[in-house]
Every structure is written in C-alpha cells, then in structure tokens.
C-alpha cells in the first residue's frame, strides 16, 4: 500500500522554472529521508537531492546546485523539487524515491517518474 506520485513535469524552454511534486502514501513519512532522482536518455539514474526526515538537513548534486530546491510538508505527505533556471541537460525523467528504512521500509520505493523536458 506504499504509492508515491509524481507531478509537475512538462515542457520548458532554457531559464524557466517547474515545480515537481511528489504525494506519498501507505506509511511513516516524516520519519525516512527522500530523495529525488533524475534519469534521461541511454543514462544511469542520478541522485539529484535528499532531504532529511525533519526537513532540516539538505543534500544536492553539485551540478544542480544553486538551481534547485527540495522541501517537504509532513502534514500533507508531499515532497517538492523546484527546478530553476532550467538547461537542456536537465531533460530527464524525474523520479520520488523513498529509501529503505530502518524500522520503517524494508526496500525502496519509487514513484512512475515525471517527464521535464528544457528545449527551445
């Protein structure tokens, strides 16, 4: 009964802005970390951010530093990712991930992924 679902992706041109959402379900949300990850094209998944559990502490990718922003409601369940002043290289699939957990989730789960493509 764990779901996590995305949105927010669409299309964009180069130096516009999305903000991602991602509602989570069926377990203790404010006691794990989440994480957003991005994969495009012929590529690996990424790790683009992660926030603690009580949204105090903060991680990104160096290559997306300064441009995006991950925050979190506990009262609503929900994690955001806000792209700013968005490349073509950010063209990916973005994906909600809530790692296992200690006490509280024996494996990961993922979201279906929301597409962000940055084009002219």
């Known amino acids: 009964q764990v779901q996590l679902v995305e949105s927010g992706g669409g299309l964009v041109q180069p130096g516009g802005s999305l903000r991602l959402s991602c509602s989570a379900s069926?377990?203790?949300?404010?006691?794990?970390?989440m994480n957003w990850y991005r994969q495009a094209p012929g590529k690996e998944r990424e790790l683009v951010a992660k926030?603690?559990?009580?949204?105090?502490?903060?991680d990104y990718a160096n290559l997306v530093k300064g441009r995006f922003a991950i925050s979190r409601d506990n009262a609503e369940n929900t994690v955001y990712l806000q792209l700013n002043d968005l490349k073509p290289d950010d063209t990916a699939v973005y994906y909600c991930?809530?790692?296992?957990?200690?006490?509280?989730?024996?494996?990961?789960?993922w979201g279906q992924g929301t597409q962000v493509t940055v084009s002219s």
């Open positions: 991930n809530a790692p296992a957990t200690w006490q509280v989730l024996a494996v990961d789960y």
């Open positions: 069926g377990f203790s949300f404010g006691s794990v970390t």
């Open positions: 926030i603690g559990p009580t949204g105090t502490a903060t």
